[in-house]
Antibody, heavy 120, light 107 residues
Framework: QVQLQESGPGLVKPSGTLSLTCAVS?????????WSWVRQPPGKELDWIGE???????NYNPSLTSRVTISVEKSKNQFSLKLTSLTAADTAVYYC?????????????WGRGTLVTVSS | DIQMTQSPSSLSASVGDRVAITCRAS??????LSWYQQKPGKAPQVLIY???SLQSGVPSRFSGSGSGTHFTLTISSLQPEDFATYYC?????????FGQGTRLEIK
């Protein structure tokens, strides 16, 4: 059974940088999947941040592309998110997820999510 | 980017009811459409992918239909555990987008 677990600070300061890691267990990150970050502000809808393939290829949400970097560490079977220039609008539950592509690309495994609050 | 619009935004129904939730795309997305269920404090779980394929382990009372710009998630007979928020998601574009959600509440 594939499991994903997010880790990182729960409180970050405005203008600072958020760094989160997603540890993957029960399967290899080098399989034929894309690995994504999705966030959800309190009481709001899901917002896709971006994704990475084990080769290092990435795709990002155009509204975040100037602030976001997603990287992969195959030796540790994990991938990471960095988001810079934080504001209160970045306060959200951050999920990591595995995307499987058949005809369409959908998320079949998710982490439990981690709440990140941007506040001084 | 491709906008996904769900209707209704909220819905009240009773156990045993048949309900349908609609998702419209701002441009054609073929069948690149998935549906998720999310309960409070939990991560979303996929129900339907490729517009109409049932994810393994999901009860058969859930079904999906549609193609192009108009899609429907149907629950044939509501069970108590089905009261949750539902989201659609398109992957026709590299920029993945979700609908705003439909909250299904007990009447």
């Amino acid at each position: 059974q594939v499991q994903l677990q997010e880790s990182g600070p729960g409180l970050v300061k405005p203008s600072g940088t958020l760094s989160l890691t997603c540890a993957v267990s029960g399967g290899s990150i080098s399989g034929g999947y894309w690995w994504s970050w999705v966030r959800q502000p309190p009481g709001k809808e899901l917002d896709w941040i971006g994704e990475i393939y084990h080769s290092g290829s990435t795709n990002y949400n155009p509204s975040l592309t100037s602030r976001v970097t997603i990287s992969v560490e195959k030796s540790k079977n994990q991938f990471s998110l960095k988001l810079t220039s934080l504001t209160a609008a970045d306060t959200a539950v951050y999920y990591c997820a595995r995307a499987r592509a058949t005809v369409d690309k959908f998320f079949d495994y998710w982490g439990r999510g981690t709440l990140v609050t941007v506040s001084s | 980017d491709i906008q996904m619009t769900q209707s209704p935004s909220s819905l009240s129904a009773s156990v045993g009811d048949r309900v349908a939730i609609t998702c419209r795309a701002s441009q054609t997305i073929s069948t690149y459409l998935s549906w998720y269920q999310q309960k409070p404090g939990k991560a979303p779980q996929v129900l339907i992918y490729d517009a109409s394929s049932l994810q393994s382990g999901v009860p058969s009372r859930f079904s999906g239909s549609g193609s192009g710009t108009h899609f429907t998630l149907t629950i044939s007979s509501l069970q108590p555990e089905d009261f949750a928020t539902y989201y659609c998601q398109q992957s026709y574009s590299t920029f993945l987008t979700f609908g705003q959600g439909t909250r299904l509440e007990i009447k």
